[in-house]
């Protein structure tokens, strides 16, 4: 009998300090633990594989987006990460007949996965990228790394780091939606498709944190390169510019840029990309950007030209982010209307 007590003494301490060592861990995370995840070495795995030339420039509708759809669906089976609808389902088809202004429409899909809030999690943030790029032309292969397959890579490791977090019993409080859209470079199809065919209700999405081209230094900055340009953060919510302002003083030391948000800006790059259809139905955003250098739209945007250290901290940047605005009490609303 004392035999048996001594035992369950023994197991039910070493059931608290299994408790507590979870404890101790879950109160040692902060959300710098969960950056770190977001590395310069993953980014580059990632990037050199997603914009291969086996991809062949993922033109929408090919067999080379399918590819690329195919790599990012797996990558969140692999991670755990939930289809937002349908088990195991991530992709958001789209009839050819939808392309109206592609030449030769083919079928295509958006793909989406979703970590859902533990406290709010009927408000939505979407984190969106397009990984879709222009194909071939004339045999060569427009392998369209900078653009967009750096947003799209740093959305898998923006999605990794808060699924570690979900696993340390520290998941986002609101939900998050991870699209990834086609058809973006003809006509911001993707985007369009999902604000007007939406898995959850507009009026649900809080903010969109859309990130394209994230990956390069554009000539105007090469003496200054610790930099990242955002267009659109003040445009619909002061709040959501002041949270983009404070994270990036607390967390980065890269400098926010606002050039192109100049509303008299010739580039128009406010109108440019997917965060665009989500602004118009009123929806708060940012729109993350490196600006164009020399090899945008061309064969020559390529993995060995991209400065995998910079695209780490712009990735992190916009983790920590949207972690502030999934997080806080508070919910970011279109002040500005």
């Known amino acids: 009998m004392k035999a048996l007590l001594i035992s369950a003494l023994i197991i039910l301490a070493s059931g608290c300090n299994a408790v507590k060592n979870q404890d101790s861990a879950q109160k040692e995370s902060t959300p710098e633990t969960y950056a770190n995840t977001i590395t310069a070495e993953e980014?580059?795995?990632?990037?050199?594989?997603?914009?291969?030339?086996?991809?062949?420039?993922?033109?929408?509708?090919?067999?080379?987006?399918k590819m690329a759809a195919e790599y990012l669906r797996n990558f969140y089976m692999d991670e755990e990460i939930q289809a937002p609808v349908e088990k195991n389902n991530y992709y958001q088809p789209i009839p050819a007949e939808y392309f109206t202004?592609?030449?030769n429409p083919l079928p295509s899909?958006?793909?989406?996965?979703?970590?859902?809030?533990?406290?709010?999690?009927?408000?939505?943030?979407v984190l969106s990228a397009h990984y879709d790029h222009v194909g071939m032309e004339n045999g060569e292969i427009y392998n369209g790394a900078d653009d967009d397959g750096s947003g799209?890579?740093?959305?898998?490791?923006?999605a990794q780091a808060f699924q570690t977090a979900v696993k340390n019993g520290q998941g986002p409080k609101r939900s998050i939606l991870f699209l990834h859209v086609t058809g973006?470079?003809?006509?911001?199809?993707?985007?369009?498709?999902?604000?007007?065919?939406?898995?959850?209700?507009?009026?649900?999405?809080?903010a969109n944190l859309n990130t394209d081209m994230i990956g390069r230094i554009a000539p105007e900055k090469k003496e200054n390169p610790n930099y990242i340009y955002l267009i659109g953060s003040d445009k619909l919510s002061q709040g959501l510019h002041d949270l983009s302002e404070r994270v990036a003083e607390q967390y980065?030391?890269?400098?926010?840029?606002?050039?192109?948000?100049?509303?008299n800006d010739p580039n128009r790059f406010y109108y440019r990309s997917d965060h665009y259809n989500?602004?118009?139905?009123?929806?708060?955003?940012?729109?993350?950007?490196?600006?164009?250098?020399e090899d945008y739209h061309k064969p020559t945007d390529t993995p060995d030209k991209i400065e995998y250290e910079l695209m780490e901290k712009r990735a992190k940047l916009i983790f920590h982010t949207a972690w502030e605005i999934a997080n806080q009490e508070e919910r970011i609303t279109a002040d500005k209307l």
């Open 278 to 293: 989500f602004a118009k139905n009123n929806i708060p955003i940012i729109f993350y950007f490196n600006g164009v250098h």
């Open 101 to 103: 202004r592609a030449q």
């Open 252 to 263: 980065s030391d890269l400098e926010l840029d606002y050039t192109f948000n100049d509303e």
């Open 152 to 158: 799209t890579v740093s959305m898998l490791e923006i």
């Open 184 to 206: 973006e470079e003809i006509g911001l199809y993707g985007s369009r498709y999902y604000t007007e065919n939406p898995i959850f209700p507009l009026e649900n999405t809080v």
């Open 109 to 125: 899909e958006n793909v989406v996965a979703f970590i859902k809030g533990s406290e709010k999690p009927d408000e939505i943030i």
């Open 43 to 65: 980014l580059k795995t990632h990037l050199y594989q997603f914009a291969d030339d086996k991809m062949e420039g993922r033109m929408t509708g090919t067999d080379g987006q």
